[in-house]
């Protein structure tokens, strides 16, 4: 459909221009790299802050679709899908500099909310997990899903602090992957 890859192509220009700019990306400056009139960006969008809102929400859609097939595939044990679902990778997330994310919390606020109020709303597959793997012994008994929900949180929050990841050397997804191992480690039962 036409008005979709339109749409895509707003986009995908948008993210491009963002991972160079952070948040003084443009829409003068998307709609010329893809030579459409900024007049038709607002078909599509009525504000760059509906550009945002509306990669977050495909982001959450993906992490939500993702989150139920790990949940309900059998053949992973409890410990291989907390895992899974803690490390869950976007479109967004292999595309966007998330390192440029933070500068929104001081320059698009609402947006830079949006984004931490959408960690909080996808916690619901991993609370399920937590709670049967206290049921079946993968976990220790006394693991409370609610606090390790709140320090995932916290921690996810940090690693979008400006230069946090870069003096560590590491990449989102290498943070996210070292995070859930290390919060999983430590309620794992020895034998699990």
């Known amino acids: 459909m036409v008005s979709d890859s339109v749409r895509d192509a707003i986009v995908r220009e948008f993210i491009t221009q963002f991972n160079v700019d952070g948040y003084k990306v443009t829409l003068s400056s998307v709609s010329s790299a893809i030579h459409i009139s900024k007049k038709t960006i607002y078909k599509y969008f009525d504000s760059k802050d509906e550009i945002y809102l509306f990669i977050l929400k495909r982001a959450s859609d993906e992490i939500l679709s993702g ?12 410990k291989e899908k907390l ?13 966007l500099d998330m390192l440029k994310v933070f500068d929104l919390k001081d320059h698009e606020p609402v947006i830079y909310q949006a984004i931490m109020d ?36 916290s921690s996810m929050e940090k690693l979008y602090e400006k230069g946090f ?25 020895q034998n699990a």
């Open 67 to 78: 989150q139920k097939e790990v949940y309900g595939n059998e053949s992973l044990s409890t």
């Open 83 to 95: 895992m899974a679902i803690l490390t869950l990778k976007t479109t967004a997330e292999e595309h």
């Open 118 to 153: 959408s960690y909080e709303a996808q916690w619901h597959y991993f609370t399920e997990l937590v709670k049967e793997g206290v049921k079946d012994g993968t976990l220790k008994e006394d693991v409370k899903p609610g606090f390790m929900v709140g320090v995932l949180e």
């Open 165 to 189: 990841l870069e003096k560590l050397d590491m990449s989102f997804t290498e943070a996210i992957a070292e995070l859930a191992h290390i919060v999983l480690e430590g309620v794992y039962k």
